[in-house]
């Protein structure tokens, strides 16, 4: 049978408070309110304790270890005092749903928006961003994903610490209130993916040792407890991290989970957990009758996340893959490594143009560098996420600058073209499209201070290459304040304006069949310092070539001759002596009908 987790509201309205404490010989239930009370749980023999009590929503409760100790619920819905405070008893069946007529969007349709809840809007809450959807379909985009929400300390937090898998957390605003965003989204035609993480719990707010078995006794990792997911006793952890996934889809109706350094998830047993999410997937997709999507971030292309679990893979049906965007940025920002992965100019962008990714591995496989000559067979580009810039990139900088900011607004949009102009999902990072003038830090905030400090020397330790004087403390309040990324009247209209065209050329050619891996021919040249890519499907063409590089590389114009007729420019001089002649300045850009037919330096 399978496992309850937290508490549930019985038909008589009575509540069913469960929790799983393997390693407590008892457990007593801490009614707060209006009547305070202690229930003595009752064990059903397998330390699973239970007790019932007549209480409504909202109210707040707590567990009493065996030590005396007042610990929150492992399964809490909702923490609206933070980590260390008690648990509030949610009803999930009190929202009232109005997206019954959503159905889904598949993924070769998807534009995606990766976003921070508490730095998309001035006030930082689900319901502020509501007033923002409409500026997103404006521009084109139909599916977001959202940072992490889960429950984690502090005031602020990029959501990478969450310690309560099944609490949204409460800066942003209710429970409720994040299903009023989801159904708010849905009504516009736009998709929610959640991003979670199940590779370790936060380091601040973790009480779910003493309950015994949700924390690994094998395994550690660098951000925090590793959750105990293979060895002995370790079933029911896994079915907590399965229920959390689906508590996500059924109960808020997302769309679907990317999950967060699936490469970093601990597990040596013969069935790694990833596998039983995409089998759960699956299973839900049939069930719930729309589309779901289950993206991993595994920094390189891993062929096994994507492989379908009846040919022994895991069931995923896409994946971030950071080659391209390191990629591009070892064309405009050579000197800057922000990889431990070392990006050769000229050669990867070739390779990721050619195949679709530069660096593979697999949960067996150490991940390194596949070349052409070794195996050129293409990805499946349909299944690839491509971004030029993401949380991590901008955030792992000590000064949090965006692409435009480190490099220029036409190196920017000249990137952005090669994206959008490709058949990968491509991703936006929220204020990109109108190149917001705001920085994206990394920000924490904990109260422990061993922690703080350990933070701090921490990120001086893995980008050593930076210099850190003189930069925003990541615990700071500034950091976080000066993250958010203002509106779009005080972005770039030129930028916008350049997104938005793409976005329809892009979505024009995807609905006619001409953007696919199957019909894309691409490649670097050298000499040009520029992306070449050429679709061609029966007898319609389409081409787009993108210069990049630093500018003393493209200060010499290249010139081409093309066959057909230009939709979309940048930094591009037509002849004036012959047609269908121009001259492709740094940065430049030339997208159109038919066919590039030379380009020389």
């Known amino acids: 049978m399978p496992r309850t987790f937290g508490p549930t509201i019985q038909p008589d309205g009575n509540v069913r408070f469960t929790v799983h404490a393997p390693a407590c010989e008892s457990l007593t239930l801490r009614l707060e309110g209006t009547d305070p009370r202690e229930i003595a749980m009752e064990d059903q023999g397998d330390r699973t304790f239970v007790a019932e009590a007549a209480v409504p929503a909202g109210t707040r409760y707590w567990f009493r270890m065996p030590d005396g100790n007042l610990r929150p619920d492992p399964a809490t819905g909702f923490q609206p005092d933070g980590v260390h405070q008690a648990s509030q008893l949610i009803d999930p069946a009190a929202y009232d749903w109005q997206d019954d007529a959503w159905k889904g969007l598949p993924k070769s349709e998807m534009v995606l928006y990766e976003l921070h809840i508490g730095t998309f809007t001035e006030e930082g809450t689900y319901l502020s961003a509501i007033e923002r959807l409409d500026e997103l379909v404006a521009l084109g985009i139909n ?355 350049w997104y938005r065209n793409l976005i329809v050329l892009r979505k024009q050619w995807k609905a006619a069949g001409l953007m696919a891996g199957a019909t894309l021919r691409a490649e670097w040249n050298g000499l040009a310092h520029a992306a070449v890519i050429q679709y061609r499907k029966d007898d319609a063409t389409g081409f787009a070539v993108v210069r990049l590089g630093v500018p003393d590389e493209v200060s010499t114009p290249s010139k081409l001759t093309i066959d057909g007729r230009v939709l979309l420019s940048q930094n591009a001089d037509s002849s004036s002596d012959e047609a269908n002649q121009y001259q492709l300045n740094a940065f430049g850009v030339l997208i159109g009908e038919g066919e590039l037919v030379s380009l020389t330096p």
């Open 143 to 497: 599916a977001i994903e959202l940072m992490p929400v889960a429950q984690s300390a502090g005031r602020w937090n990029w959501g990478y610490d969450g310690t309560d898998f099944f609490a949204p957390r409460e800066s942003f605003g209710t429970p409720d209130q994040l299903k009023q965003l989801i159904d708010a989204a849905h009504q516009r035609g736009i998709a929610m993916i959640l991003d979670v993480v199940y590779n370790h719990f936060g380091a601040e707010g973790n009480y779910l040792h003493p309950f015994g078995g949700y924390v690994s006794p094998r395994h550690q990792t660098v951000w925090g407890d590793a959750p105990h997911l293979d060895g002995d006793d370790c079933e029911m952890m896994r079915d907590y991290i399965v229920e959390n996934v689906q508590y996500w889809l059924e109960d808020f109706h997302f769309d679907g989970l990317r999950l967060d350094a699936t490469h970093c998830i601990l597990d040596e047993s013969p069935r790694h957990i990833v596998a039983e999410v995409g089998a759960l997937f699956a299973s839900l997709q049939e069930k719930l009758g729309r589309e779901l999507h289950l993206i991993a971030e595994s920094n390189v292309y891993d062929p096994q996340l994507l492989t379908p679990l009846d040919q022994q893979g895991y069931g995923f049906d896409a994946i971030w893959c950071d080659d391209f965007l390191h990629a591009v940025a070892a064309e405009i920002r050579p000197d800057e490594h922000m990889s431990d992965r070392r990006y050769l100019p000229g050669e990867d962008i070739d390779t990721v143009l050619r195949r679709g990714y530069a660096f593979l591995g697999t949960f067996e496989k150490k991940r390194r560098r596949i070349p052409l000559s070794e195996d050129a067979t293409s990805a499946d580009w349909e299944s690839l996420i491509f971004s030029i810039q993401n949380h991590d990139f901008i955030g792992n900088h000590p000064d949090g600058g965006r692409l435009h900011q480190v490099t220029s607004h036409e190196a920017h949009r000249a990137s952005a073209a090669l994206m959008l102009m490709l058949p990968a999902i491509p991703m936006l990072f929220m204020g990109e499209e109108f190149a917001s003038e705001s920085p994206f830090y990394f920000f924490t905030d904990f109260g422990d201070a061993h922690l703080r400090e350990a933070v701090e020397q921490g990120r001086r330790r893995e980008y050593p290459q930076h210099s850190w004087a003189d930069t925003v403390s990541c615990l700071s309040n500034e950091a976080f304040e000066r993250s958010r990324i203002g509106t779009i009247d005080q972005g770039n209209a030129e930028t916008l304006a």
